[in-house]
Each structure stands twice: as structure tokens, then as C-alpha cells.
């Protein structure tokens, strides 16, 4: 499979902080899970800004950046890592192992962020976040505000500010490293390739999704478990 450095993950995250303001955190959650049938679930496909942040692939996750902070600046939340679950689910990475692997600072299971991240939260100006694009985080998000805005008599400082996190990232996002045009390039070989097969095999009367085997066949054997 062709994947970046882990040191190029680091200096994404690392160039956003940069660009934000001080005394703001970042908070991406990964993709929603979307249901298929019943308790089947569609192929998961995480979050673009997501993956180009972490280069992890894992639902149920979130990830924050807060820039200045001693402690941690990259936090993340994820799956605990059970027998049980892994059996269906594949295997996780864990909190525990998720500074080792990912580059994470600190790491939490995503069942404790209600307790954790309006910790994190609170005290900060800015609140950097892709609102409107997951209803259900949204309401998250706001209700871990609330919680701090309901403290403010005991000494508490919620943020006054929300910014649009994509206008900074996605900026950051059209300006490709070296290692990305790299992996740009593989990919671009391999799309020709598949067109190329592709080519050498449609005749009349072929099914569509027959055509589309041969090229799905060449993405995956070469690496790409899914085509863009």
C-alpha cells in the first residue's frame, strides 16, 4: 500500500497550529459510520481533513490541536482496543499505542471525551472546527460549550469565537510537499494503468460493472484499496 512518512503527517499538523490563532484548539472529528441495511454498515471512507491531519483510518475518532500547550498539543480520541470487537472489526490501534504509531501526544479512549475535552476546551478564545458538515457533531460540540458556559460562576471561560477550519486548511492543503507529489505520482500510475486494462478489454455487449472489475482489479493489486 503506498503511504506517507509519519513525519509528514507531523509537519501538517504542525503547519495548521502555526496558522491558528493563539490561544485556540482545533477539534476534527473522523467520519461518520453511515448504515447501509439494518446492522450493515457502507464501506467506511474517513474524513479527508481528518486523514490528511492523522493518517489514520479508524471511525469513531477525534482528533485535537492545541498549539502552545505544554502538556500535548496533538490529542487524540479513539477506539479502545477488545478481542471481542476486533474479531468483526479488525484490528484497532488503541489509545495506548497511539503516540507510538501515530505521533499522538496524548491519547484517550472516545468513550471518555465527554469528561475529557471540555477540559481542553475551557480557557481557550477560539474554537478552529468544520461546522454543517455532521449535524450530530455539531450538537456535540455545542453542548460541550454549554457545559463550560454553565461553569462561568465557578470561574470557567468558555470560547467566544468559532472559525471555519477548512479556510485554513484547506489553503494549507493546495500547496503538495515532496513526499505528497510522490504519492500523487503512484496514483496517477496507477489510474493509467487501470485505463490502459481497460481499454484492452471492453467489447460490445460487456456489462458495465464488468469493466469496472478489471479496473478495481488493478487499483487494489497494486496497492489502492479504493479508487479517489
Sequence with gaps: ??????????????????SMSPNSIAIVPSAPVTIRNRDVEHAFRQDSDFYYLSGFHEEHSVLVLIPGREQAEYVLFCQEKIKEQEIWT???????AAPEK???????PISDIDEILPGLIE?????????????E???QL???????????????SAPHEFSALEHLLHEQRLIKSDEEIRVM???????????TRA???VKPGMMEYQLEAELLNIFMAAGSRWPA
Design 142 to 156: 455545542m453542548q460541550w460549550v454549554n457545559h463550560i458556559k454553565s461553569q462561568v460562576r465557578n470561574g470557567a
Design 102 to 108: 501515530l505521533g499522538a501526544d496524548d491519547a484517550f
Design 123 to 135: 480557557g481557550k478564545d477560539k474554537i478552529y472546527a468544520s461546522l454543517g458538515v455532521s449535524p
Design 199 to 201: 481499454m484492452q478489454v
Design 185 to 195: 505520482q503512484a496514483a496517477a500510475n496507477i489510474s493509467a494503468e487501470a485505463h
Design 90 to 96: 479488525g484490528i484497532r490501534v488503541g489509545p495506548e
Design 1 to 18: 500500500m503506498i503511504k506517507l512518512n509519519s513525519s509528514e503527517y507531523a509537519k501538517r499538523r504542525q503547519a495548521l497550529m502555526a
Design 137 to 139: 457533531f455539531d450538537r
